[in-house]
């Protein structure tokens, strides 16, 4: 996996460090968020989908084995080439051995998050061989030698107005031009000349029917139909993951993607790839990379359901307002810290940490995954394996021990409210107190919870019931 | 040496869960009582045209009016007797030449209300690119073959190949196609005409 180690917090701290842009960013996922429940409000059987999504992916998961066998059955039967790699190397190799074979210098390739997992660009680029990423947001991306910061809509940091200045420098578009109709335009009339010069086409899977042995790919710009009909070439990548059983199932399963992607009903461009081209060849690489032992992991195989839609990252609070780049992995948000930090924990300990356990993810998930859940269990691990940083250990230990002796807890909440309430405003708001940094603390109340409750009980009349105790204090988030 | 796939399926098999049935897909899915007008609805809301024709003449006197059609310089049909063609395809040799296509009129198995995606494939069209290629699309559906949802869809699907088998059964290329092809790449802007068609019209033909 291409890892940058980072951690999130601090990388966060430079993406909010520009509030507008943070805020412009919350703003965009935001948007995107309403697209997805307004389109989900109008399938009235939107739940049953859901959950017949999630039991056709455990059912998968369960004859996991068998379906690749009979998928590699039926693609071969009808005259495609299976390939299978271990890992991102293997699966690096036996790509550029089919492109090399070939003679091909220029390979066009659409939105592939497996293709960016392996590194495949630079292995590529190393050889000689050129790479274009073809959909208009991974070629925005690729053009500023950066990586997609989100899994659906990879360009969705970068204002207009950069992508104007971008295509000024390398298109040569009209200076200060930042119009995205016009700006696509321009790239479109690029990209075709780079279309018709490919040699091969490379495309991720979103979907492989054992049962037919065929590919499906899902756009909306159609860049993967046109990067694969126009060169004799077709390289699928695909995870082990991207099985499902009967073609029947991408009844149930192309009725949520879309909707919960963009709010479209479907994507403009649901391709079915059973057998090559007439007079081309088809070649599926299919990878393990250490999907397998996810797959044995009580806790976090359920993240294999996955289907890479991106509702929980639009969702996110923490994933709006820090942006994808601060994970510092091709997959971010909620997903991306679970299957992450499960796949190498030493490395990726902050990312189940990116997360206030709202539970969001879990409830727009379209394949059900138990999202806060895992990444609760995660932290969980993470804590027990020692992963967690000594600060927070520490902390942790001394809240314990306080929580442990009511007496002490009543002491430390006291003085807690008497010092919030006395200390100066410099001392209260200092570089150590991490929940005072970009926002107000509330007021310190005078009593605690504790003694207005008692005296709510002594108006009363001593009554003993446990009900109306009043919350009228109370502030929500 | 044991190969990787030996290897892959053997840790799969090795980590696989406890079996968990497949669930039934039949279920009282949404239909619509008038299919062709649900179509027609959500196609013009993802971006396309729709027209309900009566028959062939009608479809050629509609076709003469749209704009793209009267300004095309290269027209392709591969339906008899449908539109001015002036490009054969069975003629050209390579899908590269089909690049200053302006105009493709091709034709739509069938049609989902839900989703107003058309079915098409590339059983009867030689260039497969030209769904793509073209700087305009223009789809010709018949009316009794639009169904009520994707699981309508891959019913049909499962029984509409040779013999009544599956249209997978032989290698075959197949797509949904739901309106222009478009991008929001740049700050979430819709723009219609991204790589693909800049336009799709469907024709929905009889009653």
């Known amino acids: 996996m291409k890892a940058h180690p980072t951690n999130h917090a601090t990388a966060a701290a430079a993406f909010v460090a520009d509030l507008d842009r943070a805020r412009w960013h919350d703003a965009a996922l935001w948007a995107a968020r309403g697209r997805r429940d307004r389109a989900a409000r109008s399938v009235p059987e939107w739940e049953t989908l859901r959950d017949m999504a999630s039991h056709i992916k ?67 680029e ?47 578009t009209m200076a ?3 119009d995205p109709p016009y700006l696509a335009e321009a790239a479109r009339q690029h990209l075709r000349s780079v279309f018709l010069a490919a040699d091969a086409g490379i495309t991720g899977v979103n979907f492989a029917i054992a049962e037919t042995g065929g590919v499906v790919v899902c756009t909306n710009e159609g860049n993967a139909d046109l990067g694969v009909s126009l060169p004799k070439l077709h390289i699928a990548c695909m995870g082990i ?104 924990p030493r490395e990726h300990k902050s990312l189940p940490s990116a997360c206030s ?45 306080v929580l442990k002796r009511p007496w002490l807890y009543r002491m430390a909440g006291g003085a807690a409210r008497t010092a919030l309430r006395m200390l100066p405003r410099w001392l209260v708001y200092s570089r150590w107190n991490a929940w005072g940094r970009r926002r107000e603390l509330p007021g310190a109340p005078r009593e605690s919870f504790r003694e207005l409750n008692r005296k709510s009980k002594t108006r009363r009349g001593g009554s003993q019931t446990r009900r109306g105790v009043r919350l009228s204090g109370e502030t929500r988030p | 040496m044991s190969t990787s796939k030996e290897v892959i399926l053997e840790a799969v098999r090795r980590n696989r869960p406890a079996s968990c049935a497949a669930p039934e897909l039949r279920q009282a899915w949404t239909i619509y009582p008038d299919r062709r007008a649900q179509f027609i609805d959500v196609l013009t809301a993802v971006g396309g045209t729709a027209f309900a024709v009566r028959d062939e003449v009608d479809l050629n006197e509609r076709l003469r009016l749209l704009p793209i059609v009267c300004d095309a310089r290269k027209t392709v049909s591969l339906l008899p007797g449908i539109g001015e063609p002036n490009v054969d395809l069975s003629n050209v040799g390579s899908p590269h030449a089909l690049a ?72 075959i290329f197949g797509a949904f196609i739901s309106g222009p092809s478009k991008t929001a790449d740049i700050e979430q802007s819709l723009v219609i005409g991204a790589h693909g068609p800049r336009s799709l019209t469907v024709f929905v033909l009889g009653t």
């Open chain 1, 241 to 344: 993951e991207k099985l499902v059983p009967r073609a029947a199932d991408l009844g149930v399963f192309l009725r949520l993607l879309a909707r919960s992607a963009t709010g479209q009903p479907i994507t403009t461009y649901t391709s079915h790839f059973h057998g090559p081209m007439r007079g081309g060849e088809l070649h599926i690489v299919i990878l393990d990379n250490g999907r397998s032992e996810l797959l044995g992991s009580t806790d976090f195989r359920r993240s294999l359901n996955c289907i890479r839609c991106g509702a929980c990252f639009n969702t996110c609070p923490v994933y709006r307002r820090s942006g994808g780049h601060s994970y510092g992995v091709t997959v971010a948000g909620p997903i991306g810290s679970i299957i992450n930090a499960a796949a190498n």
């Open chain 1, 176 to 178: 200060g031009a930042s």
């Open chain 2, 100 to 171: 200053d296509v302006d105009v493709a009129i091709l034709p739509g198995e069938f049609a989902v209300a839900e989703n107003a995606a058309v079915w098409i494939t590339d059983r009867d069209v030689p260039l497969r690119v030209i769904y793509f290629l073209c700087q305009h699309l223009v789809l010709v559906v018949p009316a009794g073959a639009i169904v009520d949802n994707m699981h309508a869809a891959y019913e049909r699907l499962a029984s509409s190949g040779a013999e009544s088998t599956s249209v997978f059964a032989e290698p």
């Open chain 1, 126 to 172: 190393a050889q000689g061989i050129e790479v274009t990423d073809t959909d208009l947001g991974e070629w925005i991306v690729q053009l500023r030698h950066e990586h997609p910061s989100h899994i659906v809509t990879p360009a969705i940091h970068i204002k207009k107005e950069e992508v104007g200045q971008l295509f000024h420098e390398r298109l040569g």
């Open chain 1, 357 to 401: 356990l709202c539970g969001s993810c879990s409830d727009v998930c379209p394949v059900k995954i138990d999202l806060h859940q895992q990444l609760f269990i995660s932290r969980r691990q993470l804590a027990l394996a020692g992963l967690v940083p000594r600060t927070k250990r520490w902390a942790l230990k001394l809240t314990a021990a």
């Open chain 1, 58 to 124: 455990l059912h998968t998961m369960s004859r996991l084995d068998e379906y690749l066998e009979q998928f590699e059955s039926n693609a071969t039967r009808l005259g495609a080439q299976v390939h299978w790699a271990r890992d991102a190397a293997e699966h690096n190799r036996i790509v550029r051995d089919i492109l090399q074979r070939h003679g091909v210098k220029r390979v066009v390739k659409s939105k592939s998050m497996l293709t960016e997992e392996c590194g495949l660009n630079p292995h590529l």
